[in-house]
């Protein structure tokens, strides 16, 4: 009996958002605000166990480390974002996560540059290393604009253009396909686990 | 106070983690530790922000009686009603917390992600009715990807799943390399903008 409520309501829900097909209507926006909430509080108890508990709670109550009652003076610091005269103090805590970007300096340089750029000087030894090759370097180029796209230049980049209209089909058809096996998932639940029409 | 002291916190850090990144050493680990320890204690007040956000947004529709607002109740009741049944009988298998994930939460937001499909498709055919050649070539590649994916491009001929795999191998790994080459470069740029305080918009304006 609970399986079949607890179906029915996945099915209701399902076919409320779906009727946005057809055109905006008050059972989709039950839904939408529905999901909204729900997914709020399905959040609240889980940073309640796997953050404040383990971080805050535990070190400084259970075992003594009051130096994070600071830090933890600083978190509170975030609900003055909502006051008039004090929600620069929201910027400390802010500030204090921002430090990060020190690492990310170098980090970045070194993942997303020097690696890529390592793994592109490789050996030319056939068709598919040259393409990659010339494509990488096209798209480069299309994309530094101290130095205007035109003769020689402007057709090498445009070169690149094309390397990306590849890259973004390809991209573009991996998330269709990612999108349609969502929606067969829900077709299958409706139809198979709730009507019995599908094995 | 207002702006400086946080500029100085943030432009302070990012120095000594250029540093923690450069010079291995036990004072650099025990600093990042440090950080990490402190970071972690900050940001489980980062959610009561999110709700506080939610409240205000969603009381002042109720309260105005707003166009609409009886959605807004329907928001804050699910969260009230989320978050006790989390706090109130556990997050375990087999409570009314996880009965709400699997039977409401999550058929939903599958839901959503799958009604994409539809309007990724008719955006496509409004975008790329090959109207250029690179529209074409950008549409040729999307129909030969989707296809190499699914059993009946195998079935009307193999050159299918291994041209797709060819797209995907080296067209589109040269074009994500040099977009990928293009986001480090202005990520390191604007890293640097922060951690020098010439970008400052994250603290927001007085």
């Not at chain 1, 309640?48 to 805050?56: G, H, K, L, M």
């Not at chain 2, 009230?80 to 994930?101: H, I, K, Q, R």
């Amino acid at each position: 009996m609970l399986e079949f409520i607890s179906n029915l309501v996945a099915v209701l829900l399902t076919l409320f958002i779906f009727s946005f097909l057809y055109k905006d209507n008050p059972f989709y926006r039950f839904a939408e605000h529905l999901l909204v909430g729900v997914s709020m509080g399905y959040a609240i108890p889980l940073v309640y166990i796997n953050a404040f508990i383990p971080f805050v709670y535990r070190p400084i109550f259970l075992e003594g480390n009051f130096w994070l009652i600071i830090p933890s003076c600083i978190g509170i610091l975030y609900i003055f974002r909502f006051t008039r005269n004090l929600s620069w103090l929201s910027r400390y805590p802010i500030a204090f996560g921002m430090g990060i970007v020190g690492m990310g300096v170098p980090m970045s340089m070194h993942s997303s540059v020097l690696v890529q750029m390592r793994n592109a000087m490789l050996p030319i030894d056939n068709i598919n290393t040259l393409l990659i090759f010339i494509g990488t370097v096209s798209i480069l180029l299309y994309f530094y604009f101290s130095k205007p796209h035109k003769g020689l230049y402007g057709k090498f980049t445009n070169i690149g253009i094309w390397f990306m209209m590849v890259g973004f089909g390809a991209s573009f058809g991996y998330t269709v396909m990612a999108r349609i096996s969502l929606l067969i998932g829900r077709v299958q639940f409706i139809l198979g686990d709730f009507l019995g029409l599908i094995k | 106070m207002k702006r400086q002291i946080p500029l100085i916190i943030v432009i302070g850090l990012g120095f000594l983690f250029v540093a923690h990144t450069f010079i291995p050493s036990k004072t650099s680990v025990d600093f990042y530790d440090w950080w990490v320890s402190w970071s972690k204690a900050i940001s489980p007040f980062a959610v009561v922000l999110g709700i506080l956000s939610l409240f205000m947004v969603h009381g002042t529709k109720i309260q105005r009686k707003a166009p609409n607002w009886q959605y807004s109740v329907v928001t804050l009741l699910a969260l009230v009603v989320t978050a006790f049944s989390g706090f109130a009988w556990g997050t375990n298998e087999g409570t009314p917390f996880l009965w709400l994930f699997a039977n409401v939460q999550m058929p939903m937001s599958a839901t959503m992600f799958s009604l994409l499909a539809f309007y990724i498709a008719s955006a496509a055919y409004k975008a790329f009715r090959a109207k250029s050649p690179q529209a074409t070539v950008l549409l040729l590649a999307a129909f030969i990807v989707m296809m190499g994916q699914v059993p009946i491009g195998a079935a009307i001929s193999k050159w299918i799943p291994e041209t797709a795999q060819w797209i995907l191998n080296v067209p589109n790994l040269a074009a994500k390399r040099g977009i990928a080459t293009g986001v480090g470069l202005g990520m390191t740029a604007t890293s640097l903008k922060i951690l020098l305080g010439i970008e400052r918009t994250y603290l927001g304006s007085d």
